[in-house]
């Protein structure tokens, strides 16, 4: 039965947002799977692994879609409509640059990454992966904040966003040191332009995670 | 039996009938916030808003009942009792049958605005559009735009409150049940101050006005101090994580009762309203500028309140706690106290107010400081649109059952 006092009441958009967090968390570890997979040479998987990210990519958009087309005019938020639009579409451009990455690998699978650089992608990987992570944890301790407003709490999430901003900070410089690396090895021209450019694809990803921060802090300001 | 008791038991049907739709249709309403955000339960929203509809309409719904007759339409249509008979009926059924429609197909109307357009379609048939006091009609307009706002800005000042004194504390839980009495107090306060005013049982007490209010802050600071003993015994075995949340909820079971309690005291004035009239008219044969409300009368149509509520309510009700989802305990807290006021002040003062109204204001109240993670502020248009509806609808419905009853009769 329909009331009409009810549809004052409306799903929050937050569920939403969280439900993508959670949708970005999964494609990390899928990422960090098939990262590995392409590092390790003859790892076989790497397709499945790549597939699985574009299905859980299409999971979250579906979600973004969800949220953006169910804030009619007239909604009134704790937080303004377009700052909550502009944060999910960072959170989203995380998805985007997982899938970049491994869509460029997928362009030229061989001969995959030399041994010297294993160890550095792998570093690099890791970087990324932990603050989106964080992202998560960021949208529902926010949630916390909307719900009492403390001080305490909305230090908490500040505190998630200064991490952001470090751990971003930490994926740049493992990039730089990449990047010179793979200059420094370099044997065919074509080799290096791959590798740089993954390099950079993945650095995007930790790029977007600290933007997603940026708008969070946004919301949050008093 | 003669012809006159006929009408009576018309009447009284028509008045139950009535009286039942507006149990069925307001109850959701009035309890959504607390049942949403899980202060009470469904069998006990039910309980609570049948017990106290029909407390609060016995005790406390003698005012307004005179005013929505005697204000809108002018009386000199009354002095031929038959025509004032029938009129009574037909706006009696009329207003029922509209909100039974609205019900039916989810329209955001209000009973109050539906009995008030039916008199107003009495009025012209009987008198023409002369008899309408379009002053008064004016002001009962205006204070249905009034409630509504004012109830807002009580749930919106109530929010800040809390979120400033409360939840935004350290150690929120012990904050809030340090100042558990100061809410339950403010609470209790508007209910002693309306048993005091204008109620058989104030007056036999004979207070003037500043004897009143001390007996009822004296009242009410004790009521308070009793309450929150209460809510600390309530509390004693549940976990202080949830915070201040846990407290509210509990303060909330006590505000579930004061909506109930208001709208009560409002609502059956609608019902009980042309029903007092008939039952004038049959016993005395003429009709006065103001006719007392028999106690029993009220009693009645709380009774009728009170069974539209356990018949359709529950079922109404058991949308509610799966549809809001976003409501927790201080807003709802803050809800339920903005509407109840706004509601219990509005009926003391005559004016006939929707409950339904104040509700919506009150979570727009909330909405607007920022309490609810997202709210559809659109409603209040769709909401102006059938205030704009209902009035004529119900004129209309109400001349036409004029119409067929002059004919008949």
Redesign the interface.
């Known amino acids: 039965?329909?009331?009409?006092?009810?549809?004052?009441?409306?799903?929050?958009?937050?569920d939403g947002l969280q439900e993508h967090a959670e949708k970005v968390k999964e494609v990390a570890w899928a990422f960090q799977q098939a990262m590995e997979c392409y590092v390790i040479t003859r790892c076989t998987t790497f397709e499945d692994l790549r597939n699985e990210v574009i299905e859980l990519e299409r999971e979250a958009d579906a979600i973004k879609r969800r949220i953006r087309g169910h804030?009619?005019?007239?909604?009134?938020?704790?937080v303004d409509k377009f700052q909550l639009f502009r944060y999910l579409r960072e959170q989203d451009s995380v998805l985007d640059a997982v899938e970049d990455a491994l869509d460029w690998i997928s362009y030229r699978p061989e001969p995959g990454v030399p041994e010297e650089l294993q160890q550095d992608f792998f570093m690099l990987v890791d970087a990324t992966i932990d603050p989106i992570e964080e992202l998560a944890r960021m949208v529902s301790e926010a949630?916390k904040y909307?719900?009492?407003?403390?001080?305490?709490q909305r230090s908490v999430v500040k505190d998630i966003i200064r991490t952001l901003r470090r751990m971003e900070h930490d994926a740049d410089r493992l990039e730089d040191t990449l990047k010179r690396k793979v200059f420094a090895l370099a044997n065919d021209p074509v080799s290096v332009f791959h590798l740089v450019r993954l390099t950079e694809t993945i650095g995007h990803i930790a790029d977007h995670a600290q933007n997603a921060g940026d708008m969070m802090r946004a919301m949050i300001a008093k | 039996m003669g012809y006159e008791t006929y009408i009576l038991v018309i009447g009284y049907i028509f008045g139950f009938y009535m009286s039942w739709n507006i149990g069925a249709n307001d109850v959701a309403n009035s309890m959504a916030s607390a049942v949403g955000a899980k202060a009470i339960t469904l069998k006990q929203a039910v309980f609570i808003a049948g017990i106290l509809n029909v407390v609060g309409a016995t005790f406390l719904g003698s005012h307004v009942t005179d005013t929505i007759r005697k204000g809108i339409v002018s009386t000199h249509i009354l002095t031929d009792p038959n025509l004032a008979l029938i009129g009574a009926l037909s706006a009696l059924l009329a207003s029922a049958l509209w909100v039974s429609f609205a019900t039916w197909k989810s329209l955001p109307v209000s009973t109050t605005h539906s009995i008030v357009g039916a008199m107003i379609g009495f009025g012209i048939m009987a008198g023409g559009v002369s008899v309408i006091n379009w002053t008064k009609l004016g002001g009962v307009v205006l204070s249905w735009v009034i409630s509504p706002l004012f109830s807002m800005m009580i749930a919106y000042l109530m929010l800040k409150v809390i979120i400033r004194f409360v939840i935004s504390a350290k150690d929120s839980f012990n904050q809030a049940l340090k100042l558990a009495p100061f809410f339950i107090s403010l609470t209790c306060f508007v209910v002693v101050l309306s048993f005091l005013f204008k109620t058989p049982l104030g007056q036999n007490l004979q207070l003037k006005t500043h004897s009143v209010v001390i007996i009822a802050v004296i009242t009410t600071i004790l009521l308070g101090f009793l309450g929150s003993l209460l809510v600390k015994h309530l509390v004693k075995k549940v976990n202080v994580n949830r915070g201040a949340e846990e407290i509210f909820r509990k303060i909330q079971i006590g505000t579930s009762c004061y909506v109930a309690l208001a709208q009560g005291a409002n609502d059956v004035a609608n019902a009980i309203g042309p029903l007092a009239v008939i039952y004038f008219l049959v016993k005395t044969g003429t009709v006065a500028e103001t006719i007392p409300v028999p106690t029993f009368l009220l009693l009645f149509g709380g009774v009728g309140i009170a069974c539209g509520i356990s018949m359709a309510g529950y079922r109404v009700m058991e949308t509610l706690g799966t549809k809001i989802t976003t409501l927790t305990n201080t807003r709802g807290f803050s809800v339920d106290f903005a509407a109840a006021t706004t509601v219990l002040i509005a009926s003391k003062m005559g004016l006939p107010v929707s409950t339904t109204h104040a509700a919506v204001g009150g979570v727009m109240g909330v909405g607007l400081a920022r309490g609810i993670e997202a709210i559809n502020f659109r409603i209040v248009l769709k909401i102006m649109l059938y205030w704009v509806l209902t009035v004529p609808a119900s004129a209309i419905t109400s001349m036409a059952i004029f119409w067929l009853l002059k004919l008949i009769v």
């Open positions: 039965m329909r009331i009409p006092f009810l549809s004052i009441f409306m799903t929050s958009p937050f804030l009619p005019k007239g909604t009134l938020m704790v949630r909307f719900g009492n407003f403390s001080d305490k």
